[in-house]
Structure formats: structure tokens, C-alpha cells
């Protein structure tokens, strides 16, 4: 299938989108540009691009990963692309294996999984299943607007506290608020761990890097309702944004721990596959004197490349740069006194069964 560039859609159709354009994934054969023939301008542009759902019929839902970068060797994700439309999302190129673009399919085209919670029960009654925390969402937010209609992700945490199976999250949206009372019922029995996601402080740079995220003070405060509850709360700076948002980390991380945050991590900015020219497309777009400066801190710390697929290196980076921003964090971390999260209980574990499932003979 050969897909047309969308880099001719005008700028209203494309309002409250984070690319710039939904160029062809990495498995097409054929890709078409637009060209100009005279007629451009004269013609109506294109309706406002709306948002899709389709229904992802996996029979499972728990994916495992061996990443020695990760804390954790399972997760779910009930959502397939992400309407927040953050430019930098390394979460795109998943796209690709669809048949879609990782620009503007990945967040118009959703794909959401009606039959996750029921999966889940299925796959945790599993004789063999050995319990560990699942990091609900490391893929694509499971508080993304989609989720305010379907409550996918509420199901799911209804499964895990039935279950007493333990839970992390990361999200951007205020919409897990809604989901308060399982979590504080979760975080009672040391269960859960909340992450909320910021990138930077200024709302205007929010607005046209993370388009339909909560915005930055909106993240505060459910940072602050979630530690509040008693939940155990802290927040992931990712990405630090070389040049663009990496002088922010010492007020980031100042207005977390004001906020209650007990934990902070970090993660520099990953550009895979086609997240690369999706990025640059954006600089061009919405800060044409800072991409050169960008682009080459970044190359600083990815062994002169824009991206560095190796683990041990792909998440903080290496160089005098990286190191830097890492004493950076480590010196405000220690100075602010976070206290840390509570290590997650596996020791309740319990398989409720179906109501439906055939009954033993002894």
C-alpha cells in the first residue's frame, strides 16, 4: 500500500495534533509526495482530522519484555496509538506494525481492547502465573481521552484488586484522578505506584509538544490529589529535551516534591525509527532556531547519532553532556529529600475465578 504524505493538509485541519504530517511507515514500498501544480489554495482545505476507534480483537493481553532497562517484565496497554500527540512519543513506530503512519495515524487511528479485563482475569487464573507488578500503560497512556467513554483501564484495575496483583503506571492525564478510589484501595494493601509524566513547565510549549496532555500546572495538581489520597506518587521528567527543556529539570523537579511527589526519575529524549524525522519535521515547524542546537546536544550524547538503540545507554545516554544532566538530577533529587515508594507486596496474591469456570471434582 503506497500512503500520500498529509504534509498538504493546512494548518486548521490539523489543529490540537502534535506531527506535523503522517509520512509512510518503514515496511511501505511506495510513497507519494505532494505537489504543488497551481491549484493549491484555490481548492478547500480538508476537514478537521477526527479521531477513529477500532476494536483490537488480541486474544491476550499481558506482554512481556527481558529489557534490562526496565523495571518491570510485564505490561498492558489497553490502547494502541495515543491521542495526547506527543512529538517525541518513542511509541510511534508501533504504528508501523499495524500498516499505519507514526504521524498523525498514531493519533487519529486508536485502537482499544474491549476484552482486556476479561483477558487479564483469564491469564492471571493461569496455573503457571507467578505474580509481579505490570506497569499498566508503558507503551501508550491508559488514561488517554478514549478512556473516559470505554474504561478499559478502570476494568483492568477492578481485575487487579480483585486479584491483589500489584500495578505501576505512568500517565499525563488528569483523568486518572476518576480512578482514585481503586487506587487508594490498591495503595492500602501496597500495590500501586503512580508516575505522572512531565516534560516542561511552560504551558505554551506543552500546548505544541504534547497537544492533548493535560497541561503542565493540570499534572501538578493531580500529583498532589493522587499523593493527597495516599496514593504512592512520584513523577518521570521524560523526555529531557536537550537544549529545548533540559534547563528546567531543577524547577521540574522543585514543583514535583512541592506537589508531593515522594519519587522523581528521568529519561532523555529517544528518537527510533520514525520518531526521527517526526521530531525534526516539528523543530522546523515550532522552533527553527533551536533545532541545529538540539539535534547536535542530542548527537552529543548518542555517540554522534540521534539515536542510540543500546540498553545500558538508550534511556539516560552517555557523554560529558548526559553525565552532566544526570549529576544534575542526583544533586536536586538528594537536596529535595525524596523519601522513595514503598516496595510492592506480591504476598496476597489471589486467583479469583470465574463465576462460569467448571467446578473441580476433588
Known sequence: MARMSQRSLGTESRRGRGAPSNPANRYEAHYYEPFNDGWEGSDPQPARIETSLTADSSRSVIARNSSPDLPFDRSINPYRGCEHGCIYCYARPSHAWLGLSPGLDFETRLFFKPDAPELLRRELSFPGYRPAPIALGANTDAWQPAERRLGITRALLEVLREHHHPVTLVTKSALVERDIDLLSDLAGKDLVHAMVSLTTLDRGLARRMEPRAAAPARRLETVRRLAAAGIPTGVMIAPVIPALTDSEMERLLG????????????????????????????????????????????RDSRGGRLNDPRFGSRMLGEGPYAELIGQRFRLVHRRLGFPGLPVLSIEDFRVRRSESAQLSLF
Open 255 to 298: 514543583a514535583a516534591r512541592k506537589a508531593g511527589a515522594a519519587e522523581a526519575a528521568y529519561v532523555l529524549l529517544r528518537l527510533p525509527l520514525e520518531v526521527e524525522p517526526l521530531f525534526r519535521e516539528w523543530l522546523e515547524a515550532h522552533a527553527p532556531g533551536m533545532a541545529k542546537r538540539v539535534l547536535n546536544r542530542l
